[in-house]
Each structure stands twice: as C-alpha cells, then as structure tokens.
Nanobody, 128 residues
C-alpha cells in the first residue's frame, strides 16, 4: 500500500523556521515529482490547494513566488524522504501542508489535481 506521511509541523513565531518531512512507503518516489501544497484556513475544502514547491525526478526544483526566497525543497534518496525547509516564516504561511506525488510523472506540473497520492497533512501555525 502506497503511503506518504508528513511530519514536522508546529507552532512558531514569525521569523522562525521549520523543516517538514515526507516519507514514502510502498513506493519508490525518488524518480518521481514530489511536491508540497498547502491549504490556508480561509480556503474552502473544495478549492484547489496552493502549490508551494516541487522537486522533479531529475532534481529540478520549482517554487511558488510567495515563498521562493524562504523555502528549500530537497530529497534524500537513501531514505525515500523529501524535505521542505521553511525559513523566515510569516503568519500568512499558516496552513496545513501536504506532500504529494504521482506515480506517472517525473516532471512537476504544479496543480493539485495532477497528483494521485497524498499525505494526511501537517499543521503549520505562525504567530505574529
């Protein structure tokens, strides 16, 4: 059974840092696109989640404009894990962060409906 499990979410003060982790089981996603999305509190469940960052199978990374100077996505192929390092966090970064992949794609197409496997999410709360 394919499963993605996120961890690392927490409550922090503005300006702080967090590192989120996404571990895959039942799936070797080292050659696949793995991405992080988020759903902010004001966003209804039926709306598309906001793309944050993605790392393609060849290691090429992509970032949302709103975070590109503050986050780094990386992967450790030995332990089938993808990380999202987030620095200088802002209150508007408060959201549930989801890890996602798609077993068909090595390149990243950063729309949530392009991904077929999701984690359960991890909460990030940033206070001012």
């Amino acid at each position: 059974q394919t499963q993605l499990v996120e961890s690392g979410g927490n409550s922090v003060q503005a300006g702080g840092s967090l590192r989120l982790s996404c571990v895959a089981s039942g799936l070797d996603f080292n050659n696949l696109c793995v991405a992080w999305f988020r759903r902010v509190p004001s966003q209804p469940p039926g709306k598309e989640r906001e793309a944050v960052a993605g790392i393609a199978g060849n290691g090429v990374t992509t970032y949302a404009e709103s975070v590109k100077d503050r986050v780094i996505i990386s992967r450790d192929t030995l332990i089938n894990t993808v990380y999202l390092q987030m620095n200088n966090l802002k209150p508007e970064d408060t959201a549930i962060y989801y890890c996602a992949t798609d077993h068909r794609r090595s390149q990243c197409f950063m729309r949530d409906w392009m991904f077929d496997t999701w984690g359960q999410g991890t909460q990030v709360t940033v206070s001012s």
